[in-house]
């Protein structure tokens, strides 16, 4: 593992938009995450030299980039930091292994990965001579992540690399980006809206809002406050419904049914078979619109994933529905949203014991996108 | 030269000759400040940018005869310029082939210096930054992304001025008058031709010879974009 440690702590404002923000990233994927307008980009450009902070400090390593108390500047080309931006940015007058040996070419080789590993890892092989213009988005962005890691980076920046993408080209470059955190040993900011993009991409999380850090830290522990799901979901946080981010375990897999179970903490969870071996962590993102409550305990039901709970809370979403917060076991939290009139009906109320029906889980794993849970 | 002595009579050869040779120089001796002053009206942010702006498209918008007097008045014998340049450097502009060059360039100045503007507003500053990223310095970057770039508008600058600067009579007649085998550029033979008695056949012969010329001039621009075109962007 790397020792690099990025420290930012800067202050920074441009049109009317003031950005004050501080934190520390280490090793591994750190998440930065926020509603659009929090500062995010302007963050990543600050440390990246793009743009310049009024004041404060951005250290990577031994490597002062920035210090304004001692009128430290050192441009972008010498901070050996890697950015992946939003939009492929590759230069249309260069082939594809000409726009990849751009920064190799002036930084000399890469210390961590060679050009083949590079290429055969992101599968750009067949693209190696062709122009820009003839690569889908997903090609592109993956070209461009190639370029960034050749350049032999310390760190690496990633602008919402996906966000310009549609869902299937999306779906064909997660993998790679996971491949690719997996076989790095390299200290990396992933900037996304995206709660699910981070949950599955990353170790910490760094929640921006309005130019501030609203919270950090473990990405369940952070991402299952109800403040920040609000924050991040902006003005229409009522209207999207909660979600429990679980850190899971493989418990059991069941191979004749090619099933495998989940322990969530004082539950069970059985989804389809997973590629992993007993005792993988997984993450989960179970959304209260996915959970369905019933006073008895359900015989006769295809949903086999049914959790005993106990209600915790219950607070009105919009005119029609409520979420019903429900603990399970000691320290798990789940959400249900359901009607107004189921509520009275059932008369649900805090403390009473319910069972949670769950209808289906995104997981957070390598391979599969979501789940349906069985 | 000799080759064309078959079809162009000595004079016309001459006027030709002279019409390329102060054409290509004006044209390349503006090029590496043309671009300068391209840039800096496209990306720099300085006061008097106006005023460059302005200066730059003078020529454009002056009547010709007015810029070839300024010209005289700066570059003549007695012009402070002019003085500096004969004193100092042991040349002079005044009445020469090398006063006509500089009157051409001054006119296809503002043509120039348009074109490759409008290229270099085209590209992308967030490429220019990409590139700063993977390690290039401020003038790397200009070589190796900005300047591949602006590359057709560049082209399309320079025959362009070029184009104008074989069409320039006004500022020429007027700094540099008109001295055969010396400063009688194509259309100044041309109306030379006109006020000699007899001269129409003459001058229609300088009047085709100027046509393919300008004819010869638009097609190679439109060619060398066209294939930087392709190069940069692939077939549109």
Known sequence: ?374 | MTDWGGWLSPGEAQALWLSLKTGVVGTALSLPPGIAVAWALARGRFPGKFALDGLVHMPLVLPPVVTGYLLLLLFGHKGPLGHFFETHLGFTLAFNWKGAALASAVMGFPLLVRAIRLAFETVDPRLEAAARTLGAGRMDVFASVTLPLVMPGIIAGTLLGFARALGEFGATITFVANIPGETQTLPIALYSALQTPDGEINALRFVGLSILLAVGALGASEYFARAQQRRIRGHR
């Not at chain 1, 520390?24 to 509603?35: D, L, N």
């Not at chain 1, 590993?117 to 001579?129: F, K, N, Q, R, S």
């Not at chain 1, 809206?193 to 809002?209: G, K, S």
């Not at chain 1, 950090?216 to 999207?240: T, W, Y």
């Open chain 1, 1 to 374: 593992m790397s020792d690099m440690r990025l420290k930012v702590a800067i202050a920074q404002c441009v049109e009317g938009f003031a950005l004050d923000v501080a934190f520390e990233a280490g090793s591994g994927v750190t998440g930065i995450i926020g509603p659009s307008g929090a500062g995010k980009s302007m963050t990543l450009g600050a440390i990246a030299g793009l743009s310049r902070p009024q004041s404060g400090r951005i250290v990577l390593g031994e490597n002062v980039f920035v210090d304004t108390a001692q009128g430290t500047f050192i441009p972008p080309e010498r901070r050996r930091v890697g950015y992946v931006f939003q939009e492929a940015r590759l230069f249309p007058h260069l082939s594809v292994a000409e726009n990849l040996d751009y920064g190799a070419r002036r930084r000399g080789t890469a210390s961590g990965m060679s050009r083949m590993e590079v290429i055969d890892l992101l599968g750009i092989a067949p693209l190696l001579d062709r122009r820009p213009h003839r690569l889908s988005g997903g090609e592109a962005q993956r070209v461009a992540i190639g370029r960034a890691l050749l350049a032999a980076p310390q760190l690496l920046l990633m602008d919402e690399p996906l966000s310009s993408l549609d869902i299937r080209r999306r779906r064909e470059i997660m993998p790679f980006i996971e491949a690719l955190h997996r076989r790095l040993d390299l200290p990396t900011l992933f900037v996304s809206h995206n709660i699910d993009e981070i949950v599955r991409l990353a170790d910490r999380v760094v929640v921006l809002h309005g130019g501030h850090v609203a919270a950090s830290g473990g990405v369940a522990e952070v991402l299952n406050r109800l403040d920040v799901q609000s924050l991040i979901l902006g003005e229409d946080g009522g209207a999207a419904d909660p979600a429990t981010i679980i850190e899971a375990r493989v418990a059991r897999r069941d191979e004749a049914y090619h099933l495998t179970e989940l322990d969530i903490g004082g539950a069970t969870l059985t989804v389809a078979e997973l590629p992993l071996e007993t005792g993988a962590p997984v993450r989960l993102r179970l959304h209260a619109r996915d959970v369905a409550l019933a006073t008895e305990r359900p015989s006769g039901l295809s949903i086999q994933n049914v959790i005993e709970a106990q209600i915790a809370s219950i607070r009105p979403a919009g005119t029609s529905q409520l979420d019903v917060e429900l603990s399970v076991g000691t320290n798990l939290r789940l959400y249900a949203r359901i009607t107004h009139r189921a509520a009275a009906r059932l008369q649900l109320t805090p403390g009473r014991p319910v069972w949670a029906l769950v209808k289906s889980v995104a997981l957070a794993s390598d391979t599969n996108e979501s789940a349906h849970s069985l």
